[in-house]
């Protein structure tokens, strides 16, 4: 289901039929150094890691992560959305992209049309962001974005300082 599109992208729901797109991703060296070994080894595992995090995000609250395919070749690139953590007070924006598509704007072309999708379609006044010091790129594209820095943080178990960053719609 398509919930929007850029010049350069189509912004879609992700479903199971999506696991082998995911698994790919989650099992990149950027993933797994900035955002975390999810231990995911076989389709079947990212199936059942889809069903219980972004499919039920979006039967719960409506919202999820989203993937993005590139118009011409409708090959997915990477994915971009929301989720609201129990650590974190408002919700989180994020966005991972496998290595091949990283640096060509497509995070900031993504990540425009789900900033408007989170303040018109889902009324969210603030969001939340976070990520690790050493991810310089994430860092740059959130100020681009008019996120602002507020805090260190150490919101999950692994005692890891993550930089807080918060944007208000």
């Known amino acids: 289901m398509i919930i929007a599109e850029t010049n350069r992208l189509v912004i879609s729901k992700i479903s199971l039929e999506?696991?082998?797109?995911?698994?790919?991703?989650v099992n990149t060296p950027n993933w797994i150094k900035y955002i975390g070994d999810r231990n995911l080894k076989t389709i079947k595992d990212a199936e059942?890691?889809?069903?219980?995090?972004?499919?039920?995000?979006?039967?719960?609250?409506?919202?999820?992560?989203y993937k993005l395919q590139n118009k011409f070749d409708n090959e997915s690139i990477g994915i971009c959305g929301?989720?609201?953590?129990?650590?974190?007070?408002?919700?989180?924006?994020?966005?991972?992209?496998?290595p091949e598509f990283e640096g060509q704007g497509f995070g900031f072309e993504a990540s425009t049309a789900i900033l408007k999708l989170a303040q018109e379609k889902f009324q969210l006044k603030k969001l939340l962001?976070?990520?690790?010091?050493?991810?310089?790129?994430?860092?740059?594209?959130?100020?681009?974005?008019g996120f602002t820095y507020e805090k260190k943080v150490k919101p999950?178990?692994?005692d890891e300082e993550l930089l807080l960053f918060a944007k208000q719609l």
């Open 48 to 65: 059942v890691y889809l069903t219980n995090g972004i499919l039920k995000s979006y039967k719960e609250l409506g919202f999820g992560f």
């Open 129 to 145: 962001a976070i990520t690790l010091p050493i991810n310089s790129n994430s860092v740059k594209l959130l100020e681009k974005l």
């Open 18 to 25: 999506d696991a082998p797109f995911f698994l790919k991703l």
């Open 82 to 98: 929301l989720v609201k953590r129990e650590q974190l007070e408002e919700v989180d924006f994020g966005f991972a992209f496998l």
């Open 156 to 158: 999950f178990e692994d």
